[in-house]
């Protein structure tokens, strides 16, 4: 018994430990829009557990993580001051080329967010998330394809 709860702690450790990497030799801005852009991560996985069934559907919390991602959409311009790419950041500087097209899908981002956001709050199951949901995934898509480094 004690030898699992050991195994399983190292286990966590890693997987703790590992996930950080990317983040580390971070700092200022870089650090805090890698920070916001993984509790993006954090709301769009919370959301699709539900829709996929891995998780109970529950409309508040679906609402409320929906409500976070379009808070982060609308703070992701100042995020990306001009030239900030030093480090470990996966931003392109692509992003300030075609800083209109940036400006655009992060507000496309938090209007589909906000939708989603109302749509999980009047819900009782999760179904009628998901084309809400492929929306909001698709300004995801569409802004890592045309400003993310590849990885």
């Not at 699709?48 to 379009?70: L, T």
């Not at 900030?84 to 097209?101: H, K, M, V």
């Amino acid at each position: 018994m004690k030898i699992r709860i050991v195994s399983a702690a190292a286990a966590a450790l890693m997987l703790t430990t590992l996930a950080a990497l990317p983040h580390s030799g971070a700092a200022g801005v870089v650090k805090q829009r890698m920070d916001m852009m993984e509790a993006i991560s954090v709301g769009m996985k919370a959301v699709a557990g539900m829709i996929r069934g891995i998780e109970p559907f529950d409309a508040g919390r679906a609402s409320a993580a929906a409500s976070a991602i379009a808070d982060h959409a609308r703070n992701i311009p100042r995020m990306f001051p001009e030239g900030s790419i030093a480090g470990p950041s996966e931003a392109s500087a692509e992003i300030w080329d075609d800083w209109e097209r940036f400006i655009k899908l992060s507000r496309r981002m938090q209007m589909e967010a906000l939708s989603l956001a109302e749509t999980a709050a009047a819900a009782e199951d999760s179904a009628i998330l998901r084309p809400q949901f492929h929306e909001l995934g698709q300004t995801c898509i569409a802004c890592h394809e045309a400003f993310r480094k590849n990885r």
